[in-house]
């Protein structure tokens, strides 16, 4: 039976099936999305145990090698909304296809490259092709799962992502045991095929799209409006010349005005202003960007207390924090399905508290604690990310129109990245300003502060109906 999808400002179009995607697809469907998730993040962390090795090959210094991961996160930054309005416009198939051929043929590049600035632009290059996955992947599952199931989509979205991240430095350092590091790169190739197959067969083919043509200046000043504020954050936290910070915040304050003065004026812009407009939207943004904020300032600050303060190797490092993505792929499935029958808001409350304990727990370690002392806290940390996750990634996604999935998908990644740009700023700031012994307790503490604002906002959203039951009511 063809279902007619309703005209809201949209091409109207006929797709097969009123809800999802039929069984046996949309399984296919899910893998395909997952195989190209789990390369787009791993990439961002896995060259990381590389980087001495890569720069005595290249023969440059730690602050250049670094460049070899930097420019792979700033391009998804920068780009990561023009491809979300692509999405809108022209379907996400077609970016996510895009993305993941990209994603290959720069992987093979990175692979076979001889030179340091040849890896650069190559890993620049494997930056687009994740940032298009990234852009429209979450939008995807709008099409993959039935409306009452959305959630328990988005919990293995999180699972994915937990399991990527705990998964990074381990199978960097297996490949590197193994073999050079080029294996890092050319371990993609295979993978990235099986993801193009599946999902050329098995991704949705027809939806409803934005009318309209892609926006070029917006694009450019959205690149402008995103790397400036990004490397103005980064040149305050490493303390560079006052001056040029002075002119980087006017020229970001002239560009960004135009960019938002122009996307106020548009019917469907790049930057969803409109959607912030939906309060449990704009709530929502706002909880994911304090969450990520405190992530990041526990996650980067603990490494230097385990090393410095407690005399752990880079393995017990390694294997200390494991434990926190773990907590997050168990919890992430049960939040899934508790927000079909729970508001967010409280699911949302609930695991920012649990979150803000862990890290006040954290933070009152005594001197001298045992592994197992470290690590149930950081699991109680990881169960509260979990639990809030799910939720708020569901309500992001669900409470805007269906044809501005995509820019939603774009705002959710965008508050996700800002969050951890902030955090991992924070604590630069930190390092400059304290005690060294000092720092990663008071990294904790703030974390725990940006936690509790998570909650606290996440409890505004109960005066508004969660997406889902409006949709399945």
Known sequence: MKVPVAKINTRVQWEEGADGLPFPQRIWAVVAAALALIMSVIDGTIVNVALPTLADEFGTTPGATIWIVN???????????SFSFLGDIYGYRKVFLSGIAVFCVASLACALSDSFWMLTAARVLQGFGASAITSVNTAQLRTFY???????GMSINAMVVAVSIAAGPSVASAVLSLGSWHWLFALNVPLAIAAFIMGYCFLPRRRERVRGKFDRVSSISSALTFGLLIYTLEGIAHNENRLFVVLQVLALGLIGTVF????????????PVDLMRIPIFSLSIATSVCSFTAQMLAMVSLPFFFQDTLGRSAVE??????????????????AGILVECVHPGLLGCFGMVIFATGLLLLALLPGDPTNAGIIWRLVLC?????????????????????HRSGGASGMLGMARLLG????????????????HERTTTACLLLGMIFAIAAAVVSTLRLSQAAPLKKTNG
């Open 146 to 152: 039935p409306k009452r199931m959305i959630g328990r």
């Open 420 to 435: 951890q740009t902030l955090g991992t700023t924070l604590v630069a700031l930190l390092f400059g300003l304290l005690p």
């Open 260 to 271: 938002i003065r122009r996307q106020l004026k548009m019917q469907n812009p790049m930057l």
């Open 382 to 402: 990881g169960m509260g990310f979990g639990l809030f996750q799910t939720p708020n990634n569901t309500t992001i996604i669900s409470s805007a129109p269906v």
């Open 71 to 81: 420019a792979y996160q700033l391009v998804i930054t920068v780009s990561l909304l």
């Open 317 to 334: 490092i390694g294997l200390l924090l494991t434990p926190w993505p773990l907590a997050t792929l168990v919890t992430a499935p049960v």
